[in-house]
Every structure is written in structure tokens, then in C-alpha cells.
């Protein structure tokens, strides 16, 4: 059974880099059907896509989002990664992480698994 | 970017009587494949979203034949036909024609 948990810091100075990791458990992440992603939501408030990966390593980040992101993939521990530099109180949310496949050769799907997802919250 | 314009807001529905929820987007998510790349996903409380359609019409595995997903090209529905008292939670719908991603605001299904 496929299974996604981020790790990391509950807690990040501003201006520091909030850095996670999502473990995946019961699937390759090196699978040719799925980019694993990063979603957010802060409290009360709507997701937010954060950006993608591809087990090749190729990206697609949120513009909004672009300059202060890197998602990165290690296929040898089967996780990947995501850091986000310069934190503000804005950056703090439930980040979560999960799967989908869109805009290639391959047949379109949605965020079928997602992580319990972790709280980060920015503060000195 | 395209921006997902959900309503209503807040949709509070007696048990058994129907519901639906509107999501429009500012540009088609029609794809070069014939399919609309539009999904809906539920967020109960305290949980992670979960998929209940996909390509606009498709059920997920394991959804109840009472969420149905209609529309094409920027205007979407999502229906239930007899809501239950495990419908409440947030109904976001989200496009994934292109990146980036987006989602709508959100509408918070209630019992009354």
C-alpha cells in the first residue's frame, strides 16, 4: 500500500530555509507514471501548489513560488525533497506531499495519494 | 495563470436532499487529448484532501455513485445527489491543464 510522510523542522526562523522530506513507502518513485509534488495550506486557508518532480529530475514550480523553491528527488532512498529559502510568517502552513501525473505521454492523474501532512510554522 | 472560481462559499444541505457545487475556470481545461483536466477534491476535517473525480466526470476508486461530475471546457459541476451526514468537509475543485496548478477558494459543505 502506497504510503507519502514528510519530515522535517515544526518550526523555522524568517528569513531561514524551511527544509522537508517525503518518504515514500509501497511505490518507486522512480515510476514513469506519476511526478510527486508539494502542496500547502496555511491555517484556515485554501492548497496552494508549491511544484513537482519528476524522477528524471525534471520541475515545475508556482511562479509565485519559483525563486525561493528547489524540489529535488534522491531514487536511491525512494524520497524527495523540498526547500524553500527567505521564510516569512506567510510561509507558515501544512505542507503537504503527493502524487499525479499530468502534461506528457503518459495518461493524466490526479493527486491520488497524499501525506498526512506537517505543520511548519515561521517564527523567531 | 488560470484561476478557479468555485460557488457557493458556504452550502449548508439537509441530509438526503441534493447538492451542487460550481467551479469555473478563467481560461478551458480542455486538453489535446479530449479531456478536461479539472478534478474535485474533499478535505474533511482534520485530514488531507482526498480525490473524488478526476478529468471532470471520472469517480475515484472507492467514491459513492451519489458525487457526480459534469461540464467542459470552463464551467464544471459537482453534484451529490442525496448528501449525507459524512459529505461535510471542504470541496475545492482543481485544474491541472497546465502548470501552475490552481485550486478554487474552497466550499464548505454543511448539515443543517
Known amino acids: 500500500q502506497l504510503q507519502l510522510q514528510e519530515s522535517g523542522p515544526g518550526l523555522v526562523k524568517p528569513s531561514e530555509t524551511l527544509s522537508l522530506t517525503c518518504s515514500v513507502s509501497g511505490d518507486s518513485i522512480s515510476s514513469s507514471s506519476y511526478y510527486w509534488a508539494w502542496i500547502r495550506q496555511p491555517p484556515g486557508k485554501g492548497l496552494e501548489w508549491i511544484g513537482n518532480?519528476?524522477?528524471?529530475?525534471?520541475?515545475y514550480y508556482n511562479p509565485s513560488l519559483q525563486s525561493r523553491v528547489i524540489v529535488s528527488v534522491d531514487t536511491s532512498k525512494n524520497h524527495f525533497s523540498l526547500k524553500l529559502s527567505s521564510v516569512t510568517a506567510a510561509d507558515t502552513a501544512v505542507y503537504y506531499c503527493?502524487?499525479?501525473?499530468?502534461w506528457g505521454s503518459g495518461s493524466y492523474r490526479p493527486f491520488d495519494s497524499w501525506g498526512q501532512g506537517t505543520l511548519v510554522s515561521v517564527s523567531s | 495563470d488560470i484561476v478557479m472560481t468555485q460557488s457557493p462559499l458556504s452550502l449548508p444541505v439537509t441530509p438526503g436532499e441534493p447538492a451542487s457545487i460550481s467551479c469555473r475556470s478563467s481560461q478551458s481545461l480542455l486538453y489535446s487529448n479530449g479531456e478536461n483536466y479539472l478534478d474535485w477534491y474533499v478535505q474533511k476535517a482534520g485530514q488531507s484532501p482526498q480525490v473524488l473525480i478526476y478529468?471532470?466526470?471520472y469517480r475515484a476508486s472507492g467514491v459513492p455513485d451519489r458525487f457526480s461530475g459534469s461540464g467542459s471546457g470552463t464551467d464544471f459541476t459537482l453534484k451529490i445527489s442525496r448528501v449525507e451526514a459524512e459529505d461535510v468537509g471542504v470541496y475545492y475543485c482543481?485544474?491541472?491543464?497546465?502548470?501552475?496548478?490552481?485550486f478554487g477558494q474552497g466550499t464548505r459543505l454543511e448539515i443543517k
Open positions: 482543481m485544474q491541472g491543464r497546465q502548470p501552475p496548478i490552481t
Open positions: 478529468l471532470g466526470s
Open positions: 518532480i519528476y524522477y528524471t529530475g525534471k520541475t
Open positions: 503527493a502524487r499525479h501525473y499530468a
